[in-house]
């Protein structure tokens, strides 16, 4: 049995080495790291929420969103005449993002939030956009977000790692903004696994996903099915726990081996 980028494999055929842009290397491949299956989408709009997101995040994101579909409507959202919203001057023009001004009507109330919410259902109700990117890590879209995906809408999040967990729930994926912000910078991404009770979340989501996949008579499941399973739970994504595949998470469980069959496809088998 030979062995081919630290998996197994039952063949002794070789398996050529898959070039990538390097972009997307940086930022992780999308769809290959997020478990779930995506359609392509021919409409996405990236709602930003300047008050609530880095800028930093821009150019990762959209690489995200590249490989999901075409990202046709860009808006940000804030009070752009504040100095601590002076950074997104030049993104903005950069990347081809609509600003839309919200002055501070009253102390208290925000809207920036209610300007960017109905937006989107304005959009949703024209009836052109078949997936949303939303930018923010205000839980007080966490309306906007269910009612979005209860017409069948995709959407897709991107916060920081405090974001409420109501919130992330809700998105179809959610994804940590520091993490992919880490990523393109060439850095070591944050710790991988946190916290021992981190580590055990992860291995107990992975081997009830494992379980529940359907597995050969030596007790092998394909990678890809067991991903997608794991991904019913929307804060999935391998690059929340500083992984850029989801083969790398596997390697690095030490209950788990990997093995790359004659067809290509990747297969997982629980040692004990």
Not at 19 to 38: D, T
Request: proline residues 3%.
């Amino acid at each position: 049995m030979s062995c081919h980028l630290g998996v197994q494999t039952r063949s002794r055929k070789h398996v050529g080495h898959h070039h990538i842009n390097s972009a997307l290397v940086r930022a992780g491949s999308a769809l290959h790291n997020m478990p779930m299956a995506e359609t392509t989408l021919n409409n996405i709009a990236l709602l930003i929420d300047a008050d609530n997101t880095s800028p930093q995040a821009i150019d990762p994101v959209l690489t995200v969103m590249a490989e999901l579909g075409q990202v046709n409507i860009r808006r940000a959202y804030g009070n752009f005449a504040k100095d601590n919203l002076s950074r997104w001057d030049k993104i903005t023009n950069k990347f081809g993002i609509r600003p839309q001004q919200q002055f501070d009507i009253s102390k208290g109330k925000n809207a920036t939030d209610m300007a960017m919410t109905i937006d989107a259902i304005d959009l949703l109700y024209q009836g052109k956009v078949d997936g949303f990117g939303l930018m923010t890590s205000d839980s007080d879209f966490t309306p906007l977000v269910t009612r979005l995906r209860q017409d069948g809408i995709l959407v897709y999040g991107f916060g920081e790692k405090k974001t409420p967990e109501a919130f992330q729930a809700v998105c179809t994926r959610f994804l940590y903004i520091d993490e992919l912000i880490a990523s393109t910078r060439d850095e070591a991404p944050a710790a991988k696994l946190e916290s021992t009770a981190q580590m055990a979340d992860l291995e107990d989501l992975i081997l009830a996903a494992y379980r529940e996949a359907k597995r050969d008579e030596e007790g092998f499941a394909r990678l890809h099915q067991v991903g997608q399973i794991a991904g019913n739970r929307s804060s999935f994504d391998v690059r929340n726990y500083g992984f850029k595949s989801l083969s790398e998470l596997f390697e690095s469980l030490a209950n788990f081996k990997l093995e790359r069959r004659a067809d290509n496809q990747i297969w997982v088998k629980r040692l004990r």
